[in-house]
């Protein structure tokens, strides 16, 4: 982890493990928060798109007919 030749602060060894430890912590939630926080921005450019388009479009139909999938039809034996 560190060298144990460079000691400036005068801590234990235990000390230093756990400051590396939490260091280390603190960077994964920090790239959590990173991570978190760009899905968010991107959530929230969509819904702002979304909520820029006017309400025709909403009620508009489908641009093709065949864009969706539907069931089957159910064949009766007489």
Do not use: F
């Not at 929230?44 to 479009?57: D, F, W, Y």
């Amino acid at each position: 982890m560190s060298d144990d030749k460079i000691n400036i602060l005068g801590h234990t060894e235990r000390s230093r493990l756990t400051a590396d430890i939490t260091y280390l912590m603190l960077k994964g939630a920090g790239y959590a928060a990173a991570l978190c926080l760009a899905v968010w921005l991107v959530i929230a450019v969509i819904a702002g798109i979304g909520r820029a388009l006017p309400a025709e479009s909403r009620d508009a139909d489908d641009p093709s007919p065949w864009s969706y999938l539907s069931a089957p039809v159910e064949v009766q034996i007489v």
